[in-house]
């Protein structure tokens, strides 16, 4: 039920992040609204798509904040970032320069967000198997090392990407609940 009555407990900001054409708009679309479509259009303009759930009893909205396709100019600004308290760090899978521009964008997230910030790196489109260019291991070590969560996802089929947001939402509520 939407609407005025709506009680809402928290507001959450999270951010997507990583390059263009990772699926940042389509991990969004699906958590968002169980939505996927294969011909993205490059998102235009800051968005933010909310969506409320219930965590430990109390009724959580997760505002998370998408790109405007700046991605490539690494024009993101710090009002994007600003008030964050959960990031999603994304690459895709088949296309190992976006796993390689993690640390940039790691850096860039740290120097801009909120100091107790829960990251979760992302490796998305893991339904293209065939096509993979980066291993579940080397991003699991990376992710350890810089003290992140860490997941594969698939937009297309739904995979891990309810887990993903879950995990940080619910790390989110226990900091600053
Ligand atoms: P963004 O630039 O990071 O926002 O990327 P988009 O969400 O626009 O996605 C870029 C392209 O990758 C689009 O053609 C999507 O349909 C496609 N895509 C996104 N997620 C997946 C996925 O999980 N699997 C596959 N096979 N394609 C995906
Ligand atoms: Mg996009």
Redesign the pocket.
């Known amino acids: 039920m939407a609407g005025a009555a709506e009680k809402v407990d928290y507001v959450f900001k999270v951010v997507l992040i ?1 390059d ?8 969004l679309a699906r958590f968002a609204r169980n939505e996927f ?4 259009k ?2 235009i303009g800051v968005e933010f798509q909310t969506r409320t759930l219930v965590i430990d009893h109390r009724s959580v909205k997760a505002q998370i904040w ?1 790109t405007a396709g700046q ?1 490539r100019y690494r024009a993101v600004t710090s009002a994007y970032y600003r008030g964050a308290l959960g990031a999603l760090l ?1 690459y895709d899978i088949t296309r190992r320069q976006s796993f390689d521009h993690i640390p940039r964008w790691l850096d860039e997230l740290r120097a801009n967000a909120d100091k107790n910030i829960v990251i979760m790196l992302v490796g ?2 893991s ?2 198997q065939e096509q993979r260019a980066v291993s579940t291991e080397d991003a699991k070590e990376f992710a350890e090392k810089e003290n992140l969560f860490f997941l594969e ?5 739904a995979t891990n990407v309810e887990s993903a947001f879950q995990t940080v939402l619910t790390e989110i509520f226990k900091i600053h609940s």
């Open positions: 990583g263009s054409a990772v699926g940042k708009s389509q991990i479509s294969l011909d993205s490059a998102t998408d991605e994304v998305n489109k339904d293209l996802t698939s937009a297309l089929q």
